[in-house]
């Protein structure tokens, strides 16, 4: 009889050992899972010496124009402001935002983007929430000089809308062979281009009535031209959507450029 008491005390104490393991063991494993999280990203806010007191959306545009007047020597009142947006720099994406040197992991800086131009030539600044801490980026979106070509080119009001294509031409060839092949779209006359400077583009836009070219600027990457596109302000009263065609000279872009038409406001 006690001998069966004392085997079944030695099993409760096994069992509380094997017990105390099997946490110990959990534990460890809890601990080493968590430890290859993810860590969360610092948001890194502006040093009170360095955050203006207004609207800080007044304060980036002052910044920016003082330091593009500093850079090219000009009235900082003289940049025309094109956009304003909210921003978030990060680690992956810090544009040209001076990177606070306390900061080494992932991060977060609330803040903002700002294109001005000035003489044909796009500026960007950055900067963060506190508006005091910015910088003027170097790379820049270049103007494209381009105009309608209305008087040289013909458009058929018959012709089917096809926005996918964008018809490119750099050459007398170029333009008989379009004139062979697409005249169901338009007719275009050889003797006005002067094919040396100018390209001659065209393609469809959801726009109406008589679009007209705002701009046109190299993408960021500088391979891609974008042609803004806007109805004048005379018939404001008559936008729609209907589908127009549109033909523009674009100072002559490198041969492997793309093209691309966007309708704007």
């Known amino acids: 009889?006690?001998?069966?008491?004392?085997?079944?005390?030695?099993?409760h104490r096994l069992l509380v050992a094997l017990i105390a393991v099997l946490v110990a063991l959990l534990a460890t494993a809890c601990d080493d899972?968590?430890?290859?999280?993810?860590?969360?990203?610092?948001?890194?806010?502006p040093t009170p010496?360095?955050?203006q007191i207004g609207d800080p959306q007044t304060l980036v545009e002052a910044s920016a124009r003082d330091a593009m007047a500093a850079r090219l020597g000009i009235d900082p009142t003289s940049p025309k402001k094109i956009l304003l947006q909210y921003e978030t720099w990060t680690e992956q994406n810090p544009g040209c935002y001076?990177?606070?040197?306390?900061?080494?992991?992932?991060?977060?800086?609330?803040?903002?983007?700002?294109?001005?131009?000035?003489?044909?030539?796009f500026y960007e600044y950055n900067a963060?929430?506190?508006?005091?801490?910015?910088?003027?980026?170097?790379?820049?979106?270049?103007?494209?000089?381009?105009?309608?070509?209305?008087?040289?080119?013909?458009?058929?009001?018959?012709?089917?809308?096809?926005?996918?294509?964008?018809?490119?031409?750099?050459s007398d060839e170029d333009v008989a062979e379009f004139n062979s092949t697409g005249s169901g779209m338009a007719v275009i006359g050889v003797d006005e281009i002067d094919f040396s400077a100018e390209?001659?583009?065209?393609?469809?836009?959801?726009?109406?009535?008589?679009p007209e070219v705002v701009r046109a600027y190299k993408s960021e990457e500088g391979t891609s031209i974008i042609i803004e596109i806007a109805v004048p302000k005379?018939?404001?009263?008559?936008?729609?959507?209907?589908?127009?065609?549109?033909?523009?000279?674009?100072?002559?872009?490198?041969?492997?450029?793309?093209?691309?038409?966007?309708?704007?406001?």
């Open 1 to 11: 009889m006690s001998r069966i008491k004392i085997s079944s005390r030695q099993n």
């Open 33 to 45: 899972f968590y430890s290859d999280s993810l860590p969360t990203p610092d948001i890194a806010q």
């Open 49 to 51: 010496a360095n955050v």
């Open 98 to 121: 001076p990177t606070p040197a306390s900061i080494t992991g992932a991060y977060l800086i609330p803040g903002y983007r700002l294109l001005m131009l000035q003489n044909g030539v």
């Open 128 to 170: 963060d929430e506190g508006a005091g801490t910015g910088a003027l980026c170097e790379s820049t979106f270049q103007v494209v000089p381009a105009e309608p070509a209305h008087s040289i080119v013909k458009p058929s009001d018959s012709a089917t809308p096809d926005f996918d294509i964008v018809h490119i031409l750099r």
């Open 199 to 210: 390209v001659l583009v065209g393609g469809w836009v959801n726009s109406s009535p008589n």
């Open 234 to 265: 005379e018939f404001e009263e008559e936008i729609s959507t209907a589908p127009s065609q549109i033909w523009v000279l674009v100072d002559s872009t490198s041969p492997d450029s793309a093209y691309e038409f966007i309708v704007v406001d």
